[in-house]
């Protein structure tokens, strides 16, 4: 594995947890994007190759949606994979007795707890919210499923009321509870501090799901595994509400490359399910989104591009076979003499050093005028240097 970080990340001592559970919520709060809507073949195609990439738990769907979003949750019930299959739930038997039906192996169900929806959301009182949670737990605790509680907008919840609902929720045994950044409002610091309390309280695991809106989703879940918590929500391509969620490859790659935290994930496959995911839901990865963004092994500037040649990891962190991905050297205003030598080497043509130069001239005056160099019209630049020839 071909990769080269900070050596400075070796001198801070920094604990994770031993076990950390990802679960994948791409096919849930991904779809929620708007605009975005998967059908069962779609849904199957994803869930499939999250289940090849070794993700611990899948995140279906919401049955009580629509017909179609519990055909999707039976059809990836019944492909029998590796990873846990669990579902969105309200704290409503209704909800819960739907994803019984799907036969499913759990449940994360939420509820707002919050000042703010409490009031504007639901009009009820903390007393009577906590009762219909406790209540929904014991309901699905007594059908056997593994329960997580998700308290809904928790980074903005008075503490001493969360400590009161998650410990409630531990009383009656639920499986995980879950801090949910709603809106992403929260910091990496204050997102260490808030796990760091819940510790003190619980025995319970702790998840978490950050969303990206001041772009901290990445830093507020390392923060939070850093402070205790064990189980992290992601989407590919980072696709969720508003700004997203956490980006999976980027917590991966993450963990494994600057934290040294291998989850023994099929990483060669990321590249693969980043495109996947890209063309199912039609939202278009950012050309500078980390780890399978296009231009991150994108090559343009001389400077770069000469010790790219000589050794990729003069300008790369890790090299992108490593997860499927691959290089490219790009020709513009920034080429140099061995950018284009190496395309024309690429393409099996040999040019003079004249040549060379005047091609390389030519190169720069072309994507200066708008033109963006594609073979087409690197092929038209040679051929005005020296004569047809075929690319």
Known sequence: MRYMVSPYNQQVDLKFPEKI??????????????????RTPEKLKIARKLDELGVHQIEAGFPIVSNEERRSVRAIVNEN????????????????????????????????????????????????????????????????????????????TD?????????????????????????GAISPQAMAYLVGELKKELKTEISLHCHNDFGMALSNSIS??????????????????????TSLE??????????GVDLNFN???????SRLVEELTNMRIPENKPIVGRNVFRHESG???DAVIEEPLTYEPFIPELIGHHRRIVLGKHSGCRAVKAKLTECGIDVSRDELCKIVERVKEKREEGKYIND???????RSVRGPVDI
Do not use: W
């Not at 980027?250 to 934290?259: G, P, R």
């Open 224 to 245: 939070g595994l850093l402070a205790g918590a064990s189980a992290v929500s992601t989407t590919v391509n980072g696709i969720g509400e508003r700004a997203g969620n």
């Open 21 to 38: 559970t990802v679960y994948d919520t791409t096919l849930r709060d991904g779809e929620q994007t708007p605009g975005v809507c998967l």
């Open 267 to 273: 990483i060669g496959i990321f590249y693969e399910l």
């Open 81 to 156: 994979l590796n990873a846990d299959i669990l579902v969105l739930s309200r704290t409503r038997k209704e909800d819960i007795d739907m994803a019984l039906d799907c036969d499913v192996d759990g449940i994360i169900t939420f509820m707002g707890t919050s000042d703010l929806h409490l009031k504007h959301k639901f009009k009820k009182t903390r007393a009577e919210i906590l009762n219909i949670c406790i209540n929904s737990i014991e309901h699905a605790k007594d059908h056997g499923l593994f329960v997580a509680f998700s308290a809904e907008d928790a980074t903005r």
């Open 303 to 305: 400077i770069h591009v």
């Open 250 to 259: 980027e917590l991966v790659m993450t963990l494994l490359l600057i934290y």
């Open 159 to 183: 503490i001493d009321f969360l400590k009161q609902i998650y410990k409630k929720a531990e009383d009656y045994g639920v499986d995980r509870v879950h801090i949910a950044d709603t809106v």
């Open 376 to 382: 087409d019209v690197f092929n038209e630049i040679i």
